[in-house]
């Protein structure tokens, strides 16, 4: 059963800096891409960027570009959301992800972890 | 980026009832866009793939239709656990974009 198994909710104040995690489970880890995504409260969804442990190839939604920083570490099958100095605007629920289809990034989000919540106060 | 109108943002159904959602892209997505069912406090749950490709273990009362610019999400038979907001996606072009949702409510 593929299963992505994202790290606990944060409470954190602005400045401070923040890494999230995201553990894959169930499939061949470096042949899919990994997603992340924003959800802001009470709105939808925006892509934040998505990588593939394969190669580490990483890329960003220019909006997202210089504020987030997107790793993997293949040995461990986790990839990793990092903010270096976090905002009272970065309060929101962050998801992982994985396409549906191996290798392609031409492909729906068939499985999704279940959310970390961050919470960041000014 | 490709913007993605949804359309109606609420509707109201009782049970039973058909409904159609419809999304518009901005230019073209060709047949690459996806349909995904959130519920409060979850995370969304993929419908509908390619525009039309039913998602294993969605029930048929779920189908998606369209290309181009214009997509629509129908329900028939509307069960009460439909009752979510719903959003569709485009993953021709990146950045990948999402609608801005659908909300269906019980009337």
């Known amino acids: 059963e593929v299963q992505l198994v994202q790290s606990g909710a944060e409470v954190k104040k602005s400045g401070e800096s923040l890494q999230i995690s995201c553990r894959g489970s169930?499939?061949?880890?470096?042949?899919?891409?990994t997603v992340w995504l924003r959800q802001m409260p009470g709105k939808g969804l925006e892509w934040m960027g998505m990588?593939?442990?394969?190669?580490?190839?990483?890329r960003y939604n220019p909006s997202f570009q210089g504020q987030v920083t997107i790793s993997v570490d293949k040995s461990i099958s986790t990839t990793y959301l990092k903010w270096g100095s976090l905002k009272a605007s970065d309060t929101a629920m962050y998801y992982c992800?994985?396409?549906?289809?191996?290798?392609?990034?031409?492909?729906?989000?068939?499985?999704w972890g279940q959310g970390t919540l961050v919470i960041v106060s000014s | 980026d490709i913007q993605l109108t949804q359309s109606p943002s609420t509707l109201s159904a009782s049970v039973g009832d058909r409904v159609a959602f419809t999304c518009r892209a901005s230019?073209?997505?060709?047949?690459?866009v996806a349909w995904y069912q959130q519920k409060p406090g979850k995370a969304p749950k993929l419908l509908i793939y390619?525009?039309?490709h039913l998602e294993d273990e969605v029930p048929s009362r779920f189908s998606g239709s369209g290309g181009g610019t214009e997509f629509t999400l129908t329900i028939s038979n509307l069960q009460p656990e439909d009752f979510a907001t719903y959003y569709c996606?485009?993953?021709?072009?990146?950045?990948?974009?999402f609608g801005l949702g659908t909300k269906l409510d019980i009337k």
């Open positions: 992800a994985r396409f549906s289809k191996l290798v392609t990034t031409m492909s729906a989000v068939g499985y």
């Open positions: 169930g499939y061949t880890f470096s042949n899919y891409w």
């Open positions: 990588i593939y442990p394969g190669d580490s190839d990483t």
């Open positions: 230019q073209s997505s060709g047949r690459w």
């Open positions: 390619e525009a039309s």
């Open positions: 996606q485009q993953y021709d072009t990146y950045p990948y974009t």
